[in-house]
């Protein structure tokens, strides 16, 4: 197996707040908690979960203070762990694995089945709340300063839906969290919502887009007055997904000749402005979007197809590749003259991007963040950190030999801490798996100039994570604040 296959193994165990060495010098002004999320039970008894998106969710929390840096995992605790971690046996649907071979349960439950839901994607905030989320919406509120698992967010409302997406975006106007369902029905529709970040989640629907086949959307794109929801030609029929026995992902079908549909919502009034046709490719990540002079421009991370679905099947993960690789690519939307034209933003491959989000979500901006592969290489698994200034094209990387990275999350510098207020000034934090020492550390780079700054060693290899969040501490002069607690 190559090196970084220790990526897709289980921990041994759940570690409890240990205090990591670190090298290098972490500046006073970081101070808080970095969550992070994803896969990390993988076998269950003799047998096995067969896409890395099944893997249950394992909660990591770096607590940052005053220089130094404690680790602690632990594990969701959800009907769906509790089968695998206690009985040892797969009991639920996941995103590409379906232990239930009986019809009778296939036909009447296939979304109840979903309800024991496995969140392993993203970590998210309902105001004072923190929730681990994936594309059922059922989101698991969890404690951050013990990882405990609280339960499951339930809404009383009558949004419906049984698929979402673990991007839920900050309304870059209003601050409220925005995202869609799709519902999957005879007259299959996506509902796009808010909710407001205080008090009970409550869920208030924006407007509605009817779909004879829904495609599979991890992300989506907001700008100041649009939501636009970027379907991909990688769709489903309703009834195959309700009726075909087949895992969740493994009805979908690639329909190149669908093209790429952009369909553009006013969150004002609900109503779809326009549906615009672009080539096809497929994502599932969105950078960043704005609207300017009567255009908009989507920034996402593309893929020639959806083979990367395929590709990251754990056998074919471990068995060494190939790995597609996605670009990141801008897409000029016209709807006046309804055109979309696509352009590359730089020559190296990018996926699980981030930006200055607070600053710059829905807004013009200049620099991405994210993950790629050396020389755009489909041979080995991501390697390499990459910085890209969008405006030009302008590149940084970041590598070091055997060194798996994953998505790396900007820190904004606090004010007072920089002369410049420059959109870059901050720092990037990631977990990279060492390979020949078969453990992790936490990177700290400088994000300007990309240098490390940095590191905090954690004694056995952190399985990959898919997203997560940094959460600021107040300073308060005479305390510890978080860390040590
Ligand atoms: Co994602």
């Known amino acids: 197996m190559a090196g970084f296959g220790l990526g897709f193994q289980s921990p041994g165990e759940e570690t409890h707040a240990v205090e990591l060495a670190v090298r290098g010098r972490i500046p006073e002004w970081l101070s ?8 990390a039970k993988f076998e269950v008894g003799g047998t096995g979960f067969r896409h890395w998106f099944d893997g249950q969710a394992m909660l990591h929390r770096f607590a940052i203070g005053r220089g130094r840096v404690e680790y602690a995992n632990r594990y969701l ?15 639920y649907q996941e995103f590409a694995t379906d232990p239930c071979r009986n019809m009778f349960a296939r036909f009447f439950t296939p979304f109840l089945r979903s309800r024991p839901v496995n969140p392993n994607v993203n970590i998210s905030r309902f105001g004072d709340r923190f929730v681990a989320l994936t594309e059922t919406p059922l989101p698991v509120e969890f404690a951050p300063d013990t990882l405990a698992t609280l339960g499951v967010v339930d809404y009383d409302d009558r949004l419906g839906g049984q698929f979402t997406t673990a991007h839920p975006h900050q309304d870059p106007v209003t601050g409220d969290l925005v995202n869609y369902v799709t519902h999957f029905s005879r007259r299959s529709e996506y509902r796009v919502y808010r909710q407001r970040t205080d008090g009970t989640p409550q869920r208030e629907l924006l407007g509605r887009h009817r779909v004879d086949e829904p495609a599979y959307m991890h992300s989506f794109a907001i700008t100041a007055r649009y939501v636009v929801l970027v379907e991909f030609p990688l769709v489903v029929n309703p009834y195959r997904l309700l009726l075909s026995g087949r895992p969740f992902i493994e009805n979908y079908r690639w329909k190149p000749e669908r093209g790429t549909r952009f369909v553009v919502m006013d969150r004002e009034d609900g109503r779809v402005r326009a549906v615009l046709s672009g080539p ?11 609207e300017e002079k009567g255009r908009l421009f989507i920034d996402l991370c593309a893929y020639q197809d959806s083979s990367i679905i395929e590709a990251l099947y754990l ?72 910085k890209i200034d969008v405006r030009d094209g302008g590149t940084l990387l970041w590598r070091e030999e055997g060194c798996y990275p994953g998505e790396p999350v900007f820190v904004a510098a606090p004010p007072g801490h920089d002369a410049h207020g420059a959109e870059d000034e901050g720092l990037v ?57």
Do not use: K
């Not at 096809?280 to 704005?290: E, G, K, L, R, T």
């Open 32 to 39: 808080g908690v970095l969550l992070r999320n994803g896969p």
């Open 77 to 91: 605790d959800t009907p769906s762990s509790q089968a695998v971690l206690q009985e040892r046996r797969i009991r």
């Open 280 to 290: 096809a490719c497929f994502a599932f990540h969105h950078i960043n979007a704005w």
């Open 315 to 386: 056998d074919t993960l471990r068995a060494g590749g190939p790995l597609p690789q996605a670009s990141p690519m801008r897409y000029c939307l016209d709807p006046e003259a309804g055109t979309v034209t696509g352009e590359p933003l730089a020559g190296e491959s990018l996926e699980l991007p981030r930006i200055a989000y607070q600053q710059r979500n829905g807004r013009p901006y200049r620099y991405a963040y994210g993950v790629g592969s050396r020389d755009g290489r489909t041979d080995d698994f991501l390697n390499q950190l990459v």
């Open 429 to 485: 934090l990631a977990v990279v798996l060492r390979s020949a020492t078969a453990s992790s550390y936490l990177l700290v780079l400088d994000a300007r100039t990309f240098q490390e700054v940095a590191r905090a060693e954690v004694s056995h290899a952190v399985p990959f994570g898919l997203h997560g969040i940094f959460v600021r501490h107040q300073l308060r002069s005479g305390t510890r604040g978080e860390f040590g607690s």
